[in-house]
């Protein structure tokens, strides 16, 4: 889940909520009002609290979700940082063998040119 579905899902739950409260208190303000039509309000009450069960379970599955990105999130920024090291070792590593070969191909060099001062010096005697 995205953080921007995660923070959309949270308003809506929000925006229910306050739904919840102001039906739950137009239901009180009607069983005060009337004694008539008690069944009706009994079963309206019913499925108020139906829905309330409905919106607490949603808003404990949204905070399990934001526990869940917010795991995701610190998992992802601890890769990245492993990342980066492992790219600076890598790299490193190939900077240093790039310098062994080049001190090894001027040893060989340095080598070839003493044998064939040498070999010229015997050859010219």
Do not use: F
């Not at 999130?73 to 790039?98: G, P, R, Y």
């Amino acid at each position: 889940m995205q953080r921007t579905q995660y923070d959309g899902l949270k308003s809506i739950a929000s925006n229910q909520q306050m739904r919840l409260d102001q039906l739950e208190s137009k239901l009180n303000q009607l069983e005060s009002n009337s004694t008539e039509a008690s069944q009706e309000l009994t079963e309206l009450q019913n499925q108020l609290t139906e829905c309330r069960k409905e919106l607490i379970e949603t808003q404990k599955q949204l905070q399990s979700a934001e526990i869940s990105l917010q795991t995701a999130e610190e998992n992802l920024m601890k890769l990245q940082i492993s990342l980066d090291k492992l790219t600076k070792k890598i790299d490193d590593l190939t900077h240093d063998l790039k310098l062994a070969k080049r001190q090894r191909n001027l040893w060989s060099y340095i080598a070839g040119a003493v044998a064939t001062g040498w070999l010229i010096d015997k050859l010219s005697n």
